[in-house]
């Protein structure tokens, strides 16, 4: 409840999406709540792995940073969950491109236009692996250069640490929102 409190207070969403969006942060942020981050991380790695592009991971770790706590001592457990979760997602999907040989017509199911694609592999082309970290901090293109750098030759530790070091970014500025948010309008 507290999630949909604060939306309602800040109005950012029409009703009809603020109600969807509203229900899922507060169902992520309660399955937080009761089954610890392990959760978090399992959504995290989905969204990594563009399986779970569906799910609203801001949304879930935004209420869950409200729901346990914004002091150092519970955010780092919650940040370091949707981190690690994120990078073990994308590492999954470049372990399957790369060494099992998964073809790019079989990721229909993930939602990933040709056209995106492609894009993303012009711009891997030219940028290389800072272009996964910078991916990485976007919330629109995140894991977007998983695929063009697991077809590439571009080692798998190398893609570790930039996909790690974008999502921590990434992870951060989201914190950052949930501090605001709490100091701004306290529950």
């Known amino acids: 409840m507290v999630y949909s409190t604060i939306l309602q207070k800040i109005h950012i969403l029409p009703d009809s999406r ?3 969006l509203s229900l899922a942060a507060e169902l992520g942020a309660d399955f937080v709540v009761r089954y610890g981050l392990g959760v978090l ?3 995290f790695a989905l969204e990594g792995a563009l399986v779970g592009k569906l799910i609203p991971t ?3 770790l935004i209420a869950s940073v409200l729901v346990v706590g914004t002091s150092l001592f519970e955010l780092l457990p919650v940040a370091t969950a949707a981190i690690l979760g994120a990078t073990a997602g994308q590492l999954l999907l470049f372990g399957l491109v790369r060494y099992a040989g998964m073809a790019y017509d079989s990721l229909a199911t993930t939602g990933i236009k040709e056209r995106h694609l492609r ?3 012009r711009w891997f082309d030219r940028w290389g692996l800072p272009a996964v970290a910078v991916s990485n901090i976007l919330p629109v293109a995140r894991g977007s250069m998983t695929i063009p750098a697991a077809a590439s030759r571009q080692s798998t530790v190398g893609f570790s640490v930039v996909s790690l070091a974008g999502t921590a970014v990434y992870v951060g500025a989201l ?5 605001g948010i709490a100091i701004a309008l306290p529950i």
Do not use: G, L, S
């Open 18 to 20: 603020q109600d969807m």
């Open 41 to 43: 991380f399992i959504v």
């Open 58 to 60: 801001r949304a879930i």
């Open 119 to 121: 894009r993303a592999e």
């Open 175 to 179: 914190v950052a929102v949930a501090e």
